[in-house]
């Protein structure tokens, strides 16, 4: 069993005994008390006889990270007071273990020996966990700072191999992994901080996270892992709407934020570690910025399956792992799909329809190519024109035609549907539009797509919904192209309606 350790900063025991209760009806099965500058024996005592959880009680130096600045001998003391207990452990450097030649101190059950890298990967990492396992500690403790997300794979290969209970995590963001897969793995422990801003290392998540967004609970040796690869990553919405859908249908699976550095190089060294670390389990993966091109070119030199659509926008967002690889984009069947069922049409039928593009940068180009495949006119408006102007000239004529037009020239359109795909109206700058200083006339039959999901309801969309017209919100293609991927990976069809709603309360919060 993995236990779930909130480690708590002891300020006071009446604090410290309150947030361990708190932590224990957050779901911990452990709480690790940080005593590094609250060393009253007579309190430290009091407090672990009286914890609602089994505990773990360190005294960190200021040598590993920690804020005690006694000297070695001062810090051991600490530990003599409270009697043996078998659901007490201590947390002691292994540095310090070894520098003072010391024997297990006698005062409580276990002993943890740690050790802590805060500048990366320890030179002599598999050296260290031998010499580790080999002393007289009871459980094994190595934490590194993650380089790359390469090196979580390391820590899980340290799980893997444990001779005896072993905790092996790595910090900062490209870390984040090892803590939500710990138990995957049979780590001892992984670390929750209480709230968000409780965290006690680099990238620790909170036990809220950990056990809604993260499905602790389901978290088994078997469960498929998927994930979202960009750089920067945490704010991505993707873990919540796909760890809340496999929870909904009960799949085995638990999608993780993977943040890959930018350029191909990284990408492809990601790529290359995590498909052959067979015991990940990785099932598939989702593609953001800045690696969707990245993604297509190292499929196609992997030799994968490609849609060709997608190697014609020339980037994917969607890879599935399976006996082989596949690379698709669900970004542009999300966008044809939010269109064809709002107007209740055929993809083919989009042929007679006059579209007004705005924007010509990633989204904009995925709009355009899969519009014009299906043979829809598109005029494409951006505020730098050459683009706009490359852009039609690349896909015109392949299915349908495409135009670039001057946004000056926006209120002589006579599309029948517009599409935002710039990021003019997104939050936080969501009192301009891209229709401002134009006159465009929004009638009941026209329909107005925003992609931008934050707002839900930017300002083009409140002026077209003031005119009359029919508007497709951002959130629509969101959430589509995320159950284009879902289905893609699990052969089940996507609880749409959840994901939807694990977006809009997302979004509420997070909108401010
Ligand atoms: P991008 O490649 O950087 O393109 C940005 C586009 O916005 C370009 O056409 C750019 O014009 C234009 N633009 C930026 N600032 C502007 C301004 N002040 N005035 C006029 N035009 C401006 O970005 P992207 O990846 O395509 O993303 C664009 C939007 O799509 C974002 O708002 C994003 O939220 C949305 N999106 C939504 C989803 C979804 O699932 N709903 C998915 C992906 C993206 P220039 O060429 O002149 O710079």
């Given at each position: 069993m993995t236990h779930l350790c909130v480690p708590i900063f002891v300020h006071s025991r009446e604090q410290a005994l309150r947030d361990a209760i708190l932590a224990a009806e957050n779901g911990a099965d452990l709480v690790e008390y940080r005593i590094d500058t609250f060393t009253d024996t007579g309190d430290i005592y009091i407090l672990v006889q009286n914890s609602p959880l089994p505990c773990i009680v360190t005294c960190r130096s200021s040598a590993e990270g920690g804020h005690c600045e006694l000297s070695d001998e001062e810090r051991l003391?600490?530990?003599?007071t409270p009697g043996p207990d078998e659901a007490r452990y201590l947390d002691l450097e292994f540095e310090t273990f070894k520098r003072l030649a010391?024997?297990?101190?006698?005062?409580?059950g276990s002993l943890i020996l740690s050790s802590h890298d805060f500048?990366?990967?320890?030179?002599?990492l598999y050296n260290l966990i031998s010499e580790m396992t080999a002393s007289p500690a009871n459980v094994v403790k190595i934490v590194w700072t993650a380089?790359?997300?390469?090196d979580n794979l390391e820590a899980f290969e340290i799980l893997l191999a444990r001779q005896k209970p072993t905790i092996a995590l790595c910090m900062g963001e490209a870390g984040i992994i090892s803590r939500i897969l710990a138990k995957k793995f049979g780590a001892f422990l992984t670390f929750a901080s209480l709230?968000?801003?409780?965290?006690?290392?680099?990238g620790q998540i909170s036990i809220h996270d950990m056990k809604r967004l993260y499905r602790w609970d389901a978290l088994n040796p078997a469960t498929k892992v998927f994930g979202v690869v960009g750089s920067?990553?945490?704010?991505?919405m993707s873990p919540a709407i796909h760890n809340a859908a496999f929870e909904q249908i009960g799949f085995d699976g638990v999608y993780v934020p993977l943040l890959v550095n930018e350029g191909y190089e990284s990408f492809k060294a990601f790529m290359e570690s995590f498909l052959a670390f067979?015991?990940?389990n990785l099932g598939g993966l989702s593609i953001t910025i800045p690696h969707k091109e990245n993604s297509l070119r190292y499929l196609k030199e992997k030799g994968a399956a490609i849609d060709p659509l997608a190697e014609s926008i020339g980037a994917l967002n969607t890879i599935v792992i399976d006996q082989q690889l596949t690379g698709f984009s669900t970004d542009y069947a999300a966008i044809l799909d939010s269109i064809t069922t709002k107007l209740n049409i055929?993809?083919?039928?989009?042929?007679d329809y006059r579209i007004a593009v705005l924007g010509a940068g990633g989204t904009g180009r995925t709009a355009v190519a899969a519009l014009a495949h299906y043979g829809a006119t598109v005029v494409i408006y951006n505020r730098t024109h050459e683009k706009a102007e490359a852009l039609a000239a690349e896909f015109n004529g392949q299915t349908g035609k495409v135009v670039a037009a001057r946004f000056e020239k926006l209120c002589d359109s006579c599309c029948r549907i517009f599409i935002n795909t710039?990021?003019?109206?997104?939050?936080?700058?969501?009192?301009?539009?891209?229709?401002?200083g134009h006159d465009v006339k929004f009638t009941p039959d026209t329909l107005v797509f925003d992609?931008?999901?934050?707002?839900?309801?930017?300002k083009l969309l409140q002026t077209a919904e003031a005119a009359g017209a029919p508007i497709i919100t951002g959130v629509e293609m969101f959430v589509r192209q995320a159950a284009g991927q879902f289905e893609a990976w699990t052969h089940k069809t996507a609880p749409v309606d959840l994901m939807r709603k694990v977006v809009e309360e997302r979004l509420g919060v997070d909108a401010g």
């Amino acid at each position: 069993m993995t236990h779930l350790c909130v480690p708590i900063f002891v300020h006071s025991r009446e604090q410290a005994l309150r947030d361990a209760i708190l932590a224990a009806e957050n779901g911990a099965d452990l709480v690790e008390y940080r005593i590094d500058t609250f060393t009253d024996t007579g309190d430290i005592y009091i407090l672990v006889q009286n914890s609602p959880l089994p505990c773990i009680v360190t005294c960190r130096s200021s040598a590993e990270g920690g804020h005690c600045e006694l000297s070695d001998e001062e810090r051991l003391k600490i530990f003599e007071t409270p009697g043996p207990d078998e659901a007490r452990y201590l947390d002691l450097e292994f540095e310090t273990f070894k520098r003072l030649a010391l024997s297990p101190p006698g005062g409580y059950g276990s002993l943890i020996l740690s050790s802590h890298d805060f500048k990366g990967r320890p030179d002599r990492l598999y050296n260290l966990i031998s010499e580790m396992t080999a002393s007289p500690a009871n459980v094994v403790k190595i934490v590194w700072t993650a380089r790359t997300v390469r090196d979580n794979l390391e820590a899980f290969e340290i799980l893997l191999a444990r001779q005896k209970p072993t905790i092996a995590l790595c910090m900062g963001e490209a870390g984040i992994i090892s803590r939500i897969l710990a138990k995957k793995f049979g780590a001892f422990l992984t670390f929750a901080s209480l709230s968000k801003s409780a965290e006690t290392a680099p990238g620790q998540i909170s036990i809220h996270d950990m056990k809604r967004l993260y499905r602790w609970d389901a978290l088994n040796p078997a469960t498929k892992v998927f994930g979202v690869v960009g750089s920067p990553i945490m704010h991505s919405m993707s873990p919540a709407i796909h760890n809340a859908a496999f929870e909904q249908i009960g799949f085995d699976g638990v999608y993780v934020p993977l943040l890959v550095n930018e350029g191909y190089e990284s990408f492809k060294a990601f790529m290359e570690s995590f498909l052959a670390f067979a015991p990940l389990n990785l099932g598939g993966l989702s593609i953001t910025i800045p690696h969707k091109e990245n993604s297509l070119r190292y499929l196609k030199e992997k030799g994968a399956a490609i849609d060709p659509l997608a190697e014609s926008i020339g980037a994917l967002n969607t890879i599935v792992i399976d006996q082989q690889l596949t690379g698709f984009s669900t970004d542009y069947a999300a966008i044809l799909d939010s269109i064809t069922t709002k107007l209740n049409i055929t993809r083919e039928q989009l042929k007679d329809y006059r579209i007004a593009v705005l924007g010509a940068g990633g989204t904009g180009r995925t709009a355009v190519a899969a519009l014009a495949h299906y043979g829809a006119t598109v005029v494409i408006y951006n505020r730098t024109h050459e683009k706009a102007e490359a852009l039609a000239a690349e896909f015109n004529g392949q299915t349908g035609k495409v135009v670039a037009a001057r946004f000056e020239k926006l209120c002589d359109s006579c599309c029948r549907i517009f599409i935002n795909t710039t990021s003019v109206g997104m939050h936080p700058k969501a009192a301009a539009s891209p229709v401002d200083g134009h006159d465009v006339k929004f009638t009941p039959d026209t329909l107005v797509f925003d992609t931008i999901y934050n707002p839900i309801k930017t300002k083009l969309l409140q002026t077209a919904e003031a005119a009359g017209a029919p508007i497709i919100t951002g959130v629509e293609m969101f959430v589509r192209q995320a159950a284009g991927q879902f289905e893609a990976w699990t052969h089940k069809t996507a609880p749409v309606d959840l994901m939807r709603k694990v977006v809009e309360e997302r979004l509420g919060v997070d909108a401010g």
